[in-house]
């Protein structure tokens, strides 16, 4: 199991669905588009503090930006890829779930 498979417990599984709960909300205020975009920025944002706070000055972190920016947009691909993956495996049943879910709201 790789590091980033042994984050994926129960406190992680309740932050990452709490995350999801509140771009749904957002999504349906200001368009799913644009709530995906945010979501992104969102994470680019935090991810740089993360880099930032592991390190003692400007100087190390500029050291560390290649590095830095290596692992965090590996990590997304590999995330998105196996998200994708399970969206291709599941398609009728998440997004006729989804469909479901539309239709109830209007």
Avoid: C, P, W
Avoid at 36 to 44: H, K, L, R, S, T
Avoid at 69 to 74: C, I, L
């Amino acid at each position: 199991m790789s590091t980033d498979e042994s984050l994926f417990d129960e406190q992680f599984l309740e932050a990452t669905n709490k995350l999801i709960e509140i771009a749904n909300e957002m999504g349906g205020k200001y368009g799913d588009h644009k709530m995906g975009v945010a979501f992104i920025y969102a994470a680019a944002r935090y991810n740089a503090y993360i880099a930032a706070g592991s390190v003692t000055s400007a100087d190390e972190l500029a050291d560390k930006r290649d590095k830095a920016v290596e692992y965090f947009t590996d990590r997304f691909r590999q995330l998105y890829d196996g998200n994708l993956a399970d969206y291709i495996a599941n398609f009728d049943e998440y997004m006729g779930a989804a469909a479901e879910m539309a239709d109830k709201a209007h």
